[in-house]
């Protein structure tokens, strides 16, 4: 469904009770008794479950799964695939500069991305009532996948050409792979790029900051949008550059305060975050992430710009009653 998405991001900071708006799609496994592996693999599934979760929350939009070994399996990437847990990347595929200038630019639709696609197509029938985001990797994180992720940085000194190499093939097949989100249906991205989060200032702002400005300025408009999300724990000295990609709204991970990170942020800008995916959503309780979203909510929601949202993706096994705790405490929260 189209949406005028620039009027839903005013709406949302001129509304005095905002909507959460956690990265919530993988705990739908347990709505429907399926695997992780399953719902990966299936279209119908991942549709059903986006539809399942927005039936049960009243979240501001719905997104799609977080999954950032997707777009790396079309490079030819080893995954590594579990029935509880999100799949995740083995090992490095591109050691040299010859080797990066012969890896070809895959297809849209290769490996999984057609299956993710679908699933969007399918949602955006389904989900009428609130905006469809679809999930990509950013441009540094993609090509830090196909390096190895523990190499990434060092690359970045001992052999930048690779790595610009790589940076310029990721990020034409993300702006194509987005383009195809657009097509199916989805009302925009959220755009992960969490590895850059690693990156010093002076780093970020030449391997991350401008290619993820090409991607916002080839797929963005006024019906789709472009959230930037980086749960690394240098984004708050590395703002400049995050900002100078023009994305839309921003969601930050929990490895950084949020008060510290909103007066950074242009006050007519959105910007999310960011309760514990793992310490709360994950392994605690309903009581724990009541006290957490409430406190967060206090620190910050003094900024009009600001939407709770949990940090990062929210795990598959995450109990309901902690993921429906969190949804409550936000209503408590407005109620005062």
Wanted: glycine share 6%.
């Amino acid at each position: 469904m189209k949406r005028d998405m620039k009027q839903w991001l005013s709406q949302m900071l001129e509304a005095p009770v905002k909507k959460a708006m956690p990265v919530l799609s993988f705990p739908a496994v347990q709505l429907m008794d399926v695997s992780v592996r399953e719902l990966i693999s299936s279209s119908e599934l991942q549709a059903r479950g986006m539809e399942l979760v927005a039936q049960r929350t009243d979240a501001a939009a719905s997104v799609s799964l977080m999954d950032l070994s997707l777009e790396a399996e079309c490079f030819g990437a080893q995954i590594r695939f579990f029935d509880d847990e999100v799949p995740t990347v083995v090992g490095s595929l591109i050691t040299s500069l010859e080797e990066a200038e012969a890896m070809p630019v895959p297809q849209v639709g290769a490996g999984r991305t057609g299956i993710y696609i679908e699933a969007i197509r399918q949602a955006a029938e389904r989900i009428t009532d609130r905006p469809v985001l679809a999930g990509v990797i950013g441009p540094f994180s993609l090509a830090g996948r196909l390096m190895d992720v523990s190499e990434a940085m060092i690359y970045c000194y001992e052999d930048p050409d690779m790595v610009h190499t790589l940076l310029k093939k990721a990020t034409e097949f993300l702006i194509s792979y987005s383009k195809e989100y657009k097509q199916a249906g989805a009302n925009g991205i959220v755009m992960a790029e969490p590895l850059a989060g690693l990156l010093s200032p002076a780093l970020a702002e030449e391997f991350s900051g401008p290619y993820v400005k090409q991607i916002v300025d080839a797929v963005q408009d006024d019906s789709f949008l472009v959230i930037y999300h980086n749960c690394g724990g240098s984004t708050i000295q590395t703002i400049d550059s995050i900002l100078a990609s023009g994305a839309a709204a921003y969601h930050f991970g929990n490895a950084i305060d949020m008060a510290e990170m909103i007066p950074h942020i242009p006050p007519e800008t959105i910007v999310m975050g960011n309760v514990d995916p793992a310490r709360e959503f994950r392994n605690g309780t309903p009581e724990s992430i009541r006290r957490a979203t409430l406190e967060l909510m206090e620190r910050c929601c003094s900024h009009r710009n600001f939407v709770i949202s949990s940090g990062c993706d929210i795990p598959p096994l995450s109990r309901w009653e902690n993921i429906d705790a969190f949804f409550a405490a936000v209503a408590e929260f407005y109620q005062k």
